[in-house]
């Protein structure tokens, strides 16, 4: 049984795997950290946090980068964006879920299967995203 766990991350209760809840990759051991399993891209704080003085003085308001990085952790199969946080360089990713697998699958033993598609998150694969058509008005 698969149950959400972010918008964007699942438990496969019976392999005890982390999944993509897009692509149903396999990300890794649920009983480990999921950021593990995923692609990571460190980021220049400055480049989301423009400075607001010029960059010939020495404090802009941007972060530093000697201080702070940007971590983006993607699905490495397609694409999908699954956590952001700020890290100082060289600090390994943050394990910040970690769950009872045995309590869980114990829960969920006398539920019935969750419906993933009626929980917010990404749409089914093969869907038609629509935008408004322009009137031609202005």
């Not at 982390?18 to 692509?23: A, I, L």
């Not at 390994?92 to 869980?104: Q, R, T």
Request: charged share 30%; aromatic share 10%; with cysteine.
């Amino acid at each position: 049984m698969k149950i959400a766990m972010t918008e964007y991350l699942q438990i496969d209760l019976e392999k005890e795997r982390w999944m993509c809840r897009v692509c149903e990759h396999d990300v890794g051991p649920a009983r480990g950290n999921y950021k593990e399993g995923l692609l990571v891209h460190a980021r220049d704080p400055r480049e989301i946090h423009k400075p607001i003085l010029d960059t010939s003085y020495e404090f802009t308001f941007a972060p530093d980068p000697k201080w702070v990085q940007i971590v983006e952790y993607y699905c490495p199969s397609c694409g999908t964006q699954m956590e952001v946080e700020y890290l100082t360089p060289g600090h390994p990713p943050l394990h910040d879920m970690e769950f009872d697998i045995d309590a869980l699958k114990a829960q969920w033993a006398k539920r019935s299967p969750q419906d993933l598609s009626k929980i917010a998150g990404p749409e089914p694969m093969g869907v038609e995203y629509h935008t408004q058509k322009s009137t031609g008005l202005r």
